[in-house]
Nanobody
Framework: HVQLVESGGGSVQAGGSLRLSCTAS????????MGWFRQAPGKEREKVAI???????SYADSVKGRFTVSADSSKNTLYLQMHSLEPDDSAMYYC????????????????WGHGTQVTVS
């Protein structure tokens, strides 16, 4: 079955950087739509960044220019490079995958990881 495992979270000072990774297993990753979401205590889960089957990307307005999503199909791994981190970026970050080859407008996330915590102080 599909498994998504996130790593790379941690505690960082404001202005710092982190790179999150999500390793996928259990299916042929290379062209599926994948994304990063986050949820802070008391808040709803929100989209952070998505990369579709054709390499197109979409970002939340709050992270544009600071975060970059990328994928390495040879390693079955999704990344989120985060720069200029702010306290409002503190949240549990989740990796998600759509088991289809689709464009961003049609991404629907069926598979989720357990999350990695990011804390910015």
């Amino acid at each position: 079955h599909v498994q998504l495992v996130e790593s790379g979270g941690g505690s960082v000072q404001a202005g710092g950087s982190l790179r999150l990774s999500c390793t996928a297993s259990g299916y042929a990753y290379s062209r599926y739509c994948m994304g990063w979401f986050r949820q802070a205590p008391g808040k709803e889960r929100e989209k952070v960044a998505i990369i579709d089957s054709y390499g197109a990307t979409s970002y939340a307005d709050s992270v544009k220019g600071r975060f970059t999503v990328s994928a390495d199909s040879s390693k079955n791994t999704l990344y989120l490079q985060m720069h200029s981190l702010e306290p409002d970026d503190s949240a549990m970050y989740y990796c998600a995958a759509d088991g289809r080859v689709v464009r961003i407008a049609h991404c629907a996330f069926d598979y989720w990881g357990h999350g990695t915590q990011v804390t910015v102080s």
